[in-house]
């Protein structure tokens, strides 16, 4: 497949890719509303021309694809190449079915969908800009550059509304939950933080940190859950698709609120 010859739904494709750190054949399948044998075909093609790297790494799941320096120069991205971190393996695949769910309007109507990894790009020369992409937890970190906190997704409402949104799959200890959280808080940028979490013990950490640094109307937390995909075939162990019931709405100061 030369690079002339990339279809639009190729380039949608690696667009997907280039936002994340790995996708999965079922996230290909969504996107492109197709079968799950022909997604794969597609990223089979896209591999065998250099714009993909296949990569089994857990026995009895399925590969995984990430986009080369060869791929993100046909979307003309900047971004980097993509670094595989096995501790956020499942994390990383939650996020990209956010980010497309987050696309299909599942949390109300957006103007924008911003991914980590095109948010840390921004702050990624060597110098910091003024008015960073991420937002500021005070103190300075390696290389003495200002410690900064980046949500998984960044929705942009059409009223320009900002929303925060965190797969938390993990509970972080108390100091560094709560130096995130009054991070946003004290980042006017930053209307709403929305949590979404699979575990009971996870959502209560949150909402009693929310609720002791003040900050519970700014932040939301929602339960998702995950499931496998539909007509995946049982005898091999699909992959896991996450599933939300959160939406956007406004209120009537005109800030974003989920809705319940």
């Not at 993909?52 to 026995?59: G, M, P």
């Not at 980590?116 to 991420?134: I, K, T």
């Not at 900064?148 to 949104?165: M, S």
Request: charged share 25%; aromatic share 4%.
């Amino acid at each position: 497949m030369a690079e002339a010859k990339l279809t639009e739904r190729d380039l949608e494709l690696l667009e997907l890719a280039g936002r994340h750190r790995l996708l999965l054949a079922a996230h290909a399948q969504a996107l492109l509303g197709t079968s799950l044998e022909a997604a794969r075909r597609r990223l089979r093609a896209l591999t065998q021309a250099g714009f993909l790297e296949r990569r089994r790494v857990f026995h009895g799941q399925p590969a995984c694809y990430q986009i080369t320096r060869q791929g993100l120069a046909a979307i003309g991205s900047s971004l980097p190449r993509p670094n595989l971190d096995l501790s956020c393996y499942r994390h990383d695949v939650g996020v990209a079915w956010l980010w497309l769910l987050a696309q299909r309007g599942k949390f109300g109507p957006l103007e924008q969908v911003i991914a980590e990894r095109q948010l840390r790009s921004r702050d990624a020369g060597p110098e910091l800009p003024a008015e960073p992409a991420g937002v500021r937890l005070g103190g300075y970190g390696p290389g003495g550059r200002e410690r900064l906190h980046y949500p998984d997704l960044l929705l942009v409402t059409p009223q320009g509304h900002r929303i925060a949104l965190e797969l938390e799959l993990s509970a972080k200890g108390r100091t560094r939950r709560e130096q995130i959280l009054l991070g946003y808080a004290v980042d006017p940028r930053i209307d709403l933080v929305v949590y979404l979490v699979d575990r009971p013990a996870t959502a209560r950490a949150i909402e009693t940190s929310a609720r002791r640094l003040g900050i519970a109307d700014r932040v939301r937390v929602q339960r998702c859950r995950w499931e496998e995909p539909a007509g995946a075939r049982t005898a091999v162990r699909a992959p896991t698709r996450i599933a939300v019931r959160a939406a956007t709405r406004t209120t009537g100061r005109g800030a974003p609120e989920l809705a319940r």
